[in-house]
């Protein structure tokens, strides 16, 4: 493997001192680029597009070719493990990812298989690996996967949800039922996370787009709980490196003081958490990635750099900051404007790393 | 007018000594009672249901002669006062709310006038002093609006959004503009909930759906600021007693203490916030309202009692709590388990109270 030429973003998770604050974005490869959407449409759809590997090496690469980012990060789905499990992941226009086969009934989670990574989700392992073959040491790659909790409202639901009316009632009518699916899916994530690593991922995410929707208790019984049991499972040293965990519940941020309990060694920020107050809660702990609204990158490049500034400024002087947006990037964004934002991040964290 | 024979919800909100925890439901005049239906089908449209004065008394009743509830509320919409300023409320099935006229120029708000609420809102006031008269003093009529900042997402986007693109573009871009916005909007609801209050309602409160969407510092400036300029342009007393004053950020957990800083007498919560932590960050300074999970209400009756009894016991002692949901009640839930919702809380609150 060629060796790393930037490590800011790994010293930063781990709390090392960096000459400026690392930044990448939330589906930094995606539709607001037009070179994406060149390459989707070669791909045909959007799971095509995850399953070859070169096409998927190439979308991860494209951003980094544009803007000055300090990690690439593998481009998949988070749905990857619940389709290897057989529920047959596809996606209608405008109505986000659905699945052929839900999964609401104990009958249904007793059947379900632990998936190997290296045979159902084998073409993850080869995007992992050609994507760190020709990153040639430029960036760190970060591995990722869904939280337990959010790939099971999905294979409950049966796709996206709005009041998460079934898994909600699962949860309240048939705590073990709920338990035993989402005890599977935390074995199948480890094993799926730790062979990301083995094929070349630095760095892990857990996104757990869909914690926010429980209520404080349900949160530490249905999802946090599930990603401790990950945390303890994953390897946490490759190539003679830490590899950094970061963990990320959207509408969480009531929520970090638990979460840093884990043993993670970063949390990702919403934006609805001012980052200064979350490092002051839990930043003796764990680093913290985030948070900027991505629709300030609607604004212009003048306002964005007061955005940027204004974060920066509230977390502070010293390392354990990755900045990023507190969500994905939007897909009507100027691709002109992600990069006012990038520069501003490089240009204005320097006076606070002195 | 008839004397209040049951003062438990006012009383709780000034946390002035009770006998049990009052309880009452948003959107307990709702979807999941049959009996609602069939007026809504007798009145034909939403708007039009809201436009009738004795159905929306009618709706408005249905819940209090099947529960024993603490509290009537108006049955209304938020979005009436962007509709009395000209926008052309309509409803598109399974669209939700939207506006024939978006304002999303400052040519179309620099036009918006201040709407008359016994004029173009006379139809409110209307319905108003007929539940108040039929109410007959059994329970406290709550009158409300939606906050500026929520009217204003609705008025901008033109109807629901998931990202507020062009609100937040203008949030952004243009803060002036909207901060003209935000003060029409805020003028108009002072004089819709001051006429509630002149027509009868005895208490109110404001619904900020959509502040959650919003970071920490642009909570401030567009949502509470606007909020703040209500609670102090309201009357505040009425009939010789205090009109409670209730606000209720949907996802503004990290922001209780900001909003008990307005100078309201009680904060909504949702139910991503443990009570007894609210109640310890805020709880010498306002009364606190909530916060089950709408979603228990699909569990069985025993589950929905345990689900009670705990937060009771994290609210603890005394008095300062309003139980009620952390959303409105969905329209799938059994009515008979809002009963065993409602009786739970009727039973089990007595003993915080001795």
Known sequence: MAELKNDRYLRALLKQPVDRTPVWMMRQAGRYLPEYKATRAEAGDFMSLCKNQDLACEVTLQPLRRYDLDAAILFSDILTVPDAMGLGLYFETGEGPRFQRPTDTIDAIKKLCVPDPEDELGYVMRAVSTIRRELKGEVPLIGFSGSPWTLATY????????????????????????????????????????????????????FDSWGGALSHHAYREFSLRYMQKIVDGLTREAEGRTVPVTLFTKGGGLWLEAMAETGCDALGLDWTVDIGDARRRVGHKVALQGNMDPSVLYASPARIRQEVEQILASYGEGTGHVFNLGHGIHQHVNPEHAGAFINSVNELSVKYHK
């Open 155 to 206: 294979m409950v639901e049966g796709g996206s949800s709005k009041t998460f009316e079934k898994i909600k009632k699962m949860a309240y009518e048939e705590p073990a039922t709920l338990h035993m699916l989402l005890d599977k899916l935390a074995d199948s994530v480890i094993l799926y996370l730790n062979a990301q690593v083995a094929n070349g991922a630095q760095s892990l995410m857990i």
